[in-house]
């Protein structure tokens, strides 16, 4: 059980430190970090209980083509992403250390993070440890997809200076993670074909892809930002490179 644990955990730990070490120039303190992560574990909670409350009144019939749509856009997608938002607009998104727009993807990523673990962790108690390395290998990363397009607007809204550019930018990255995430979770809950779960893990290889990219953006736009704040810095840079051809 001990391993099955530390392989439930591990996935996210790990997915947190490369995003952590994703910002080079001014990396997050750990307590707002760490923070963002535990109230991402404490999110689990309550979105499960709402989860249990759907699956009590029999919605979840993998049968029914509309009630897979609903069970997974909605059920699971809208209702996991949702408190994930709420939490990064609630807490970090109004706080002073949230100041340039890559920190919506670390704090998201974080956050989410946190919800993967704790979920996974469950799953850990109740499933195989070949279950638990499966979600460690898929379901973990794809939170942590959801969470780097989610963060990316949502780093976006916090530096438009208009009200309604910013809801715009808010509810895209609200709206963006949740039609990701149902649209994988679709692809796993239907029993129709079994060949579409091979479109889970399309969705989650463009998704990656789609969400690397803005990563990198982002780490770009702080590049620019350090330099702007700091000139001397590009200057000794810039000096060292004519020093060493």
């Known amino acids: ?8 955990i591990l996935p996210a730990i790990l997915i947190a430190w490369v995003i952590y070490r994703s910002d080079r120039h001014e990396r997050e303190k750990w307590f707002p970090l760490t ?4 109230l991402g574990m404490l999110v689990t909670v309550p979105v499960m209980k709402v989860q249990e409350f759907f699956y009590h009144r029999g919605i979840d019939d993998p049968a029914s083509l509309f009630w897979v749509c609903v069970t997974s856009f909605v059920v699971v997608a809208l209702i996991e992403e949702l408190f994930k938002f709420l939490t990064l607009v609630l807490f970090p998104y109004f706080r002073p250390f949230f100041n340039e727009p890559l920190d919506g993807i670390i704090y998201a990523v974080m956050i989410s993070m946190g919800f993967a673990t704790l979920e996974n962790v469950l799953y850990a108690m109740e499933y195989s440890i070949s279950t ?3 979600r460690g290998l898929t379901a973990v990363p794809e939170h942590a997809v959801f969470a780097t397009m989610m963060g990316y607007f949502v780093g976006k809204a916090k530096f438009k200076t208009e009200r309604k550019v910013q809801i715009r930018f808010l509810a895209t990255g609200l709206g963006l993670a949740v039609l990701v995430h149902g649209l994988y979770d679709f692809f796993i809950i239907q029993e129709f074909y079994d060949w579409l779960i091979l479109l889970a893990i399309v969705t989650l290889f463009i998704s990656i892809f789609f969400a690397m990219r803005m990563l990198k953006e982002e780490q770009e736009e702080s590049e620019v930002l350090w330099q702007k704040k700091h000139p001397e810095t590009a200057v000794d840079e810039s000096e060292e490179i004519e020093s060493n051809p």
């Not at 923070?35 to 535990?38: D, H, K, S």
């Open 1 to 8: 059980m001990f391993f099955q644990l530390t392989l439930a």
């Open 35 to 38: 923070l963002c992560f535990m």
């Open 132 to 134: 638990t390395a499966l």
